[in-house]
């Protein structure tokens, strides 16, 4: 005897509404993740850049040789530089304990600029440069992207540089001579 073989070709509208809620879940979930993929590597990147800072102040006062920062627009790096000499000529070589930082892909290098005592700098023939044992100048790194500016700043006298996100962040300490203000028997 031949019975009737019931086939389904499609899906139920039921079906279809549990598919499509499950998806927009889903979807719920994985969507802010991306989206802050971008600024948590902007986070890493200004991070980084910090750090190589920090190894700048770290290298000019303990170091013996030219110590140099810049930014090469043309591969996107931050890059910590020392003096070297190799057969009597003076070379600067990336430093082996500060690895080149380098921007995301999509942070263009417009959006970078370096400032040395507030004056804007052109680090592509020359790095920002301290000898040590003689005074270094402020210098500031500014990166732009999309909406964030950050400034991270290195004063003259700071072991450490600042970072402002945003208008966020560690303000600048500036050296008080308390003599000239009169405070010169105030406690510290």
Not at 62 to 81: A, I, M, Q
Not at 85 to 100: F, K, T, V
Request: glycine residues 8%; hydrophobic residues 40%; without cysteine.
């Amino acid at each position: 005897m031949n019975t009737p073989s019931y086939h389904r070709s499609a899906f139920t509208l039921l079906e279809m509404i549990v598919v499509i809620i499950i998806m927009g879940l889903m979807a719920s979930m994985i969507v802010p993740r991306l989206g802050g993929t971008r600024d948590r590597e902007f986070s890493l990147t200004v991070d980084k850049v910090s750090d190589v800072m920090l190894m700048f102040a770290h290298r000019v006062s303990t170091s013996n040789r030219p110590v140099g920062y810049r930014f090469d627009s043309g591969t996107n790096t931050f890059e910590l530089l020392i003096k070297r000499e190799h057969d009597g000529e003076m070379y600067w070589a990336n430093d082996p304990l500060a690895p080149p930082v380098t921007m995301p892909t999509w942070i263009d290098s417009d959006g970078v600029y370096l400032y040395t005592d507030g004056e804007l700098a052109d680090t592509s023939q020359w790095p920002i440069t301290a000898i040590p044992g003689e005074s270094r100048p402020l210098i500031e790194t500014v990166i732009h992207w999309d909406d964030h500016i950050v400034n991270i700043s290195l004063p003259a006298h700071a072991m450490g540089p600042s970072v402002m996100m945003d208008g966020i962040g560690e303000e600048i300490l500036v050296p008080i001579d308390l003599d000239a203000e009169g405070r010169g028997r105030d406690e510290w």
